[in-house]
């Protein structure tokens, strides 16, 4: 078994206060490093920087997950009004139908990776709370001669009330973790949940450690998604479940009018009035217009190693859920 790799710390590098992770992928910390023993190389041996997109940008791999990072922060106080206001509420639908694709067994071991502010781990308790309340009952109600005191210990036995699940929630954004964490005490989620700073390109988890591995409305921002792939697959148990719900591609053309319409004339409008932030909102409608289709990242599930690999759609592709098993 691998060793538990550390979790993130927290480094200064010249921008103010930067993640820095590790296993040496550090971005931000090599930026602001001489790149070599000897410092600088002369510029004609210099290794040209791989180019990815942020948006319809071209940036290096380097700077994107800055980027990516300074997004998330500005929008994290505002996040999940913006996305009851931008999707009129239908975010919470499919990430309910994400839950009822899970159907959790009792004792499951959940890893929610780029789990923000808590939606999918909280759903998550309600389904498994809900769940074991009802096994406990038919339980008791087929148990003769309990006491009154037997039947209220079952009852209020917080701990147990989970049947053992649990849910550990990893983001690599310290606010937006924050946020989660507000909400979860407003609303008085504790037991059988943790949060975790990482990032889902080296996970901080031991392998085969977790029965499902989530990632919702994540992996569109992540570097390498093939190495947050190959991580899901290292930290699931043989036998785990693969889960990720992502925007995908509208297979409707007069939904595909409508959805483009919305999404670049509305959404940036929407994101400059309630948070004041165009520029994040810009990004998230043209991140959706680089992710792969359904079918390219069903490959890409599957060259991860993933195996029964399938996929289904919701409202016309807007999103995908797609699902695989380690096996
Ligand atoms: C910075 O990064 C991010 C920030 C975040 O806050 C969130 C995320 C990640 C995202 C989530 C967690 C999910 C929740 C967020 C969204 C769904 C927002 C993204 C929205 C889109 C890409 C556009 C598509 C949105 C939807 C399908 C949701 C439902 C919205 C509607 C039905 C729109 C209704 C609005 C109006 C009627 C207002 C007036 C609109 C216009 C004048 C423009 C023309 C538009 C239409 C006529 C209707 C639009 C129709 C569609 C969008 C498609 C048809 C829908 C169906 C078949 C149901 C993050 O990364
Ligand atoms: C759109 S939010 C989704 C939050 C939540 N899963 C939901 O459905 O509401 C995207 C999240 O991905 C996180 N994220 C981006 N890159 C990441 C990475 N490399 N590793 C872990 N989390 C990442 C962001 O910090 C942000 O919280």
Request: hydrophobic content about 40%; proline content about 4%; some cysteine.
């Amino acid at each position: 078994m691998a060793a538990p790799r550390s979790l993130a710390v927290w480094g200064l590098c010249g921008r103010g206060w930067s993640p820095v992770l590790p296993g040496c992928r550090l971005p931000w910390l090599r930026s602001c490093w001489p790149s070599g023993p000897l410092g600088a190389r002369p510029f004609s041996q210099e290794k040209r920087a791989t180019e990815t997109h942020f948006g319809f940008e071209t940036v290096s791999e380097e700077e994107k997950g800055g980027k990516v990072y300074q997004v998330f922060e500005s929008v994290a106080k505002k996040y999940d009004v913006m996305n009851d206001m931008m999707s009129l509420g239908i975010h919470r639908v499919w990430k309910d139908l994400l839950l009822w694709k899970m159907h959790p067994f009792p004792g499951t071991q959940l890893l929610d990776v780029a789990g923000g502010t808590g939606d999918i781990a909280f759903r998550f308790l309600n389904y498994v709370q809900a769940q074991h309340q009802r096994k406990q009952k038919r339980q008791l109600r087929a148990q003769q001669n309990l006491s009154w005191e037997e039947i209220a210990k079952k009852y209020q036995n917080q701990e147990d009330s989970l049947g053992g699940s649990r849910v550990m929630v990893c983001d690599i954004n310290k606010e937006m973790l924050k946020m989660g964490k507000q909400k979860a005490c407003a609303r008085g989620y504790k037991a059988g949940l943790a949060w975790v700073l990482g990032d889902a390109e080296e996970l901080p988890f031991d392998d085969n450690k977790f029965d499902v591995y989530t990632i919702a409305f994540g992996i569109r921002n992540v570097t390498h998604i093939d190495q947050a792939l190959q991580e899901a697959h290292r930290v699931l148990k043989p036998g785990g479940r693969f889960l990720c719900l992502e925007f995908s591609q509208v297979n409707n053309p007069l939904v595909s009018r409508l959805y483009d319409v919305y999404s670049f004339q509305v959404i940036p409008v929407l994101g400059e009035v309630i948070a004041g932030d165009w520029k994040s909102y810009q990004y998230l409608v043209e991140s959706i217009r680089q992710f792969p289709s359904q079918e390219e990242f069903k490959e890409m599930i599957e060259d991860a190693g993933f195996q029964k690999v399938t996929y289904e759609n919701l409202t016309s592709g807007i999103v995908a859920i797609h699902s695989g098993f380690k096996l």
